[in-house]
């Protein structure tokens, strides 16, 4: 079971990742887009590649 320390460190990778993109040349318009939704739907997705490349999947 996560702990709230953990999906602390995984929405703070979220919003690195966010910050990424956002100083990229690539052009994204985040217009009325959600960030905290964003950022909570990449750490999701970070908490299941952890969990694959720990269990070899």
Known sequence: ML????LEKYH???ERILNA?????LPISWHE???MALQSVIA???ILMER???HGL
């Not at 702990?3 to 953990?6: F, S, W, Y």
């Not at 993109?21 to 040349?25: E, G, I, T, V």
């Open 52 to 54: 694959e490349e720990k």
């Open 3 to 6: 702990t709230a320390k953990d």
């Open 44 to 46: 999701k997705e970070l």
């Open 33 to 35: 887009m959600d960030r």
């Open 21 to 25: 993109l956002d100083n990229s040349p």
């Open 12 to 14: 703070r990778a979220g």
